[in-house]
């Protein structure tokens, strides 16, 4: 089997009083997609959130486990919650370009690290760009307000942005769900490509967009991980009823 | 019942538009005064003079200590309580957000706001008596960014958290500190709105009088030095309204005038500043 990007153990997350995560413990493999499925409201963006130190910003969060990240727990107290997040990128599900033109999001993580000259940015905002597939649509005013763009292009934005700042893993939670169908296919086929040199774990709720895409599946049922293993194996034997009952569409 | 909704409505109609005379009625009426009465006394000389023929109350010469004086006092206070209010609003939406602490500040800042300015002129004027100061466009300067601070800081701060929280992920998702995130994204997106706060506070601190009486004093020169008093628009409207003299009461209208038209060219400026920043604006 490939080497592991992300070793999850005994992680657990609750909000408030109601504990959403139980005990979550599996490894995620490196450069290969995972999807996460599950119903809706099961943990299943909390479970991304707390790969990358996001899940904390929410009021009255806790997190507790571990999260094993290039041999090192991301949730140890001497961890940089900032290197971190650079290492580990979150696509969220609806995108959000920040307040700036096209070539200034995707310079912004690339800034924050330090890098100041014209010709290196021009030539990381070309090639995250085209690597998220906008390239060409935006080339001829990468200086125009990044809010102009349609929604579909904002999601490939955001990816371009993230992609910036050279994480290791991709957390994607539903990035295609508030696309148009070609957006969506743009985005699914970026990723795939992207696969290559990143781990990708990515939620869906759309079981034919795990079957397309995931190489290793990861079922969620109120907060607990029911079922993991290799995308051929949980979609053709299941070997748990909640599973079965699930991809046989009895619940959502 | 529908006839009960339409009295109902009828009635909040009138309400409303009664509201609107009222408050439009009395604005054109203030502006109608001022104008009518200012304008004939308005000339070349009492914009480009200070005042001649009789100490403060001068029939001759202009009010170029006045206006210089008020926009040295106003812009000081503002340039401060700009970059004092931010600070604080950006502490309070980015680093204290809804804690004990915050809401404490919050509260003190919303019971400064309404605190009369005489009160601030006296507190100032004390200050300044242990700072060892003298009626001076610094004490002036000083005591105004006082009065303008907690507009200033309540209002960015309500501004900044109209800010969507996804935006501050984003960021965050990056890599980004706290600080980071404020200064490069809540900034900007909020700019417009930044902008519109700061214009709040320089209204009412170019148009403040009691505050600078006893801390900026009042004097006939242009203010030079910031250890000198210096002259302001509002007083010099009340010491020339508080005259006998018809020529010197036509000239406090004039003064008026001149205090009137530079807000408004303050706020058009503004206006059209906001518009351009506007242009990144994540909704
Ligand atoms: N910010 C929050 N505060 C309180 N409860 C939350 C918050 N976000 C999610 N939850 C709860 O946690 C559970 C899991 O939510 P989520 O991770 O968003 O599920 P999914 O992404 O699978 O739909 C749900 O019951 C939801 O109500
Ligand atoms: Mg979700």
């Known amino acids: 089997m490939e080497d592991t990007a992300l070793q999850i153990r005994g992680l657990n997350v609750a909000y408030g009083d109601q504990q959403v995560l139980r005990d979550i413990t599996v490894d995620i493999p490196a450069r290969q997609i995972t999807a996460i499925i599950g119903p809706s409201g099961c943990g299943k963006t909390t479970l991304l959130r707390s790969l990358c130190r996001m899940a904390e910003l929410v009021e009255g969060v806790r997190v507790w486990g571990q999260v094993i990240f290039d041999g090192k727990d991301i949730y140890a107290p001497q961890t940089e919650v900032t290197e971190v997040r650079k290492r580990i990128g979150l696509l969220a599900q609806r995108p959000f370009p920040l307040p700036m033109s096209i070539y200034d999001n995707v310079a912004y993580g690339p800034r924050l690290y330090g890098i100041r000259q014209r010709a290196v940015l021009d030539e990381i905002v070309e090639r995250q760009l085209r690597a998220a597939g906008l390239w060409d649509e935006v080339k001829d005013r990468l200086h125009a307000p990044a809010s102009a763009l349609s929604i579909g292009q904002q999601q490939r934005l955001c990816l371009a942005r993230g ?71 949980v979609f053709n034997n299941p070997r748990q009823a909640r599973t079965r009952a699930y991809l046989a569409g009895e619940f959502y | 019942m529908s006839r009960l909704k339409y009295v109902e409505e009828r009635i909040f109609l009138v309400l409303m538009v009664a509201s609107l005379v009222i408050v439009v009625g009395s604005l054109a009426m203030i502006l109608a005064t001022v104008v009518v009465r200012g304008l004939p006394a308005l000339n070349l000389a009492m914009l480009t003079q200070t005042p001649r023929g009789g100490y403060y109350l ?60 005489i009160v601030y002129g006296a507190f100032g004027f004390t200050l300044m008596l242990w700072m060892g100061l003298r009626a001076s466009l610094l004490g002036g300067i000083i005591t105004l960014t006082l009065v303008e601070l907690p ?56 148009g403040d009088a009691a505050s600078v009486l006893f801390t900026a004093g009042y004097t006939d020169r242009l203010p030079t030095s910031l250890m000198r008093p210096a002259a302001s628009l509002p007083l010099a409207v009340f010491f020339q309204l508080g005259t006998p003299v018809p020529e010197v009461r036509a000239r406090a209208h004039a003064s008026a005038l001149v205090l009137t038209i530079i807000i408004l060219i303050i706020s058009i400026a503004t206006r059209s500043l906001t518009g351009r920043l506007k242009r990144h604006v994540i909704r």
């Open chain 1, 163 to 233: 992609l910036a700042v050279e994480p290791e893993v991709l957390l994607c939670d539903e990035v295609t769900s508030a696309l148009d169908p070609l957006s969506a296919q743009r985005i699914e086929s970026r990723l795939l490509e992207l696969k290559a040199n990143y781990t990708i774990v990515m939620v869906t709720h759309v079981l034919r967009q795990a079957r397309r895409m995931a190489d290793y599946v990861l079922f969620l049922y109120l907060g607990e991980l029911v079922e993991y293993g290799p995308a051929g194996e």
């Open chain 2, 58 to 117: 001068g029939k001759e010469g202009g009010i170029l200590n006045a206006i210089t004086g008020s926009l040295a006092l106003a812009g000081g206070a503002t340039v401060l309580s700009f970059v004092l209010g931010l600070a604080v609003a950006l502490y309070l939406q980015v680093f204290a957000t809804d804690t004990r602490l915050a809401h404490t500040i919050r509260l003190a800042l919303d019971v400064l706001w309404g605190i009369p300015s």
């Open chain 2, 151 to 206: 507009i200033v800081a309540r209002a960015m701060d309500e501004v900044i958290a109209m800010a969507p929280f996804e935006l501050r992920e984003a960021s965050y998702a990056l890599g980004a500190t706290r600080l980071e995130t404020a200064w490069r994204v809540l900034v900007r997106q909020t700019g417009p709105g930044l902008l519109t706060a700061v214009l709040l506070a320089l209204g009412r601190g170019i």
